[in-house]
């Protein structure tokens, strides 16, 4: 079956499926650019939380759209419990889950039976390639990577096939996409780690070995690139940002697809993860932040 992005598709909701850091963030976006979004999350305080981001995110993410140049009423932003509540009508779903296998094709396998004929269905894995997680889906024609970076802060989404995506179906999602203040790129063959994860992997798995090998601390690996790069934040804070759980589910990810990996990085942030020191969201991983 071939599919597109349907011609009413301004007209109909985007489904968010996962509440967490990148999953509200995600809602804000398209919010932000006229779509209604549901956010469908199991957990209650994950609700909450999420709605909360919303309506403290969306006035900026709609005024730096009005500076672009695109004019939209900001969407509405609900949460349900289930995914099942979430679908009916919505022309995209997202999935923003935890970067598991065994909770990802058996979600696919739900939103292929259960959302309409003509939806798309998008996971935002940013290591696992959506081939990996079709094994329960009739209709892979429909399903696609799109990985997003950090929204707000970074507006890239790189978009890929899963071998069997309908030909045309990406380049029109990536002419959507910026209608929301969007800047999509598409992977021209499958990758895993797409473009930029794919660069940003062996960054951040050397910045890991030489804190893991005792040749210099968080501390100074991040310095010393700001200083040579000129970039805003150094690897171990974005790692901190990302969740040091969510790093090392990738990097477990990577080490089963290579096992010539060094074990160094992943011995380190396992330390840090079974002490509950995971980041920003506990408010300690590799510095430590106001909750």
């Known amino acids: 079956m071939q599919f597109t992005v349907p011609a009413n598709a301004q007209e109909r909701p985007i489904v968010v499926v996962g509440g967490g850091t990148l999953g509200r963030r995600i809602a804000a976006v398209f919010a932000s650019g006229g779509s209604d979004v549901r956010i469908a999350e199991l957990q209650e305080p994950q609700r909450q939380a999420a709605l909360d981001y919303v309506t403290e995110a969306l006035p900026e993410l709609t005024a730096r759209l009005e500076k672009q140049g695109i004019s939209a009423t900001p ?67 429909r399903v696609f990577n799109m990985h997003f970076a950090m929204p707000p802060q970074s507006m890239a989404v790189e978009l890929m096939s899963d071998g069997q995506t309908s030909e045309g179906l990406l380049p029109a999602v990536a002419e959507e996409l910026k209608r929301f203040g969007l800047a999509p790129f598409i992977a021209l063959a499958e990758s895993t780690g797409f473009i930029f994860n794919r660069i940003w992997a062996a960054i951040k798995r050397e910045s890991l070995a030489v804190v893991a090998d005792g040749v210099s601390t968080p501390e100074d690996v991040d310095a010393i690139m700001q200083a040579n790069m000129g970039i805003h934040a150094g690897p171990f804070a974005l790692m901190d940002q990302v969740g040091l759980d969510v790093v090392l589910d990738i990097e477990e990810h990577y080490a089963a697809e290579n096992p010539n990996l060094p074990e160094g990085p992943r011995t380190l942030l396992r330390s840090y993860v079974d002490a509950g020191k995971l980041g920003r969201k506990t408010g300690e991983g590799f510095f430590t932040y106001d909750k």
């Not at 940013?126 to 889906?137: F, G, L, M, N, T």
């Open 75 to 141: 969407g509405t932003v609900t949460t349900v419990a289930t995914v099942e509540e979430s679908l009916p009508g919505a022309w995209l779903v997202v999935e923003a889950v935890p970067e598991r296998l065994d909770i990802k094709r058996p979600l696919f396998g739900t939103l292929d039976k259960l959302a309409d004929a003509d939806a798309v269905l998008a996971t935002n894995s940013s290591s696992y390639k959506s081939r990996e997680v079709i094994d329960e889906v009739s209709n892979p024609e």
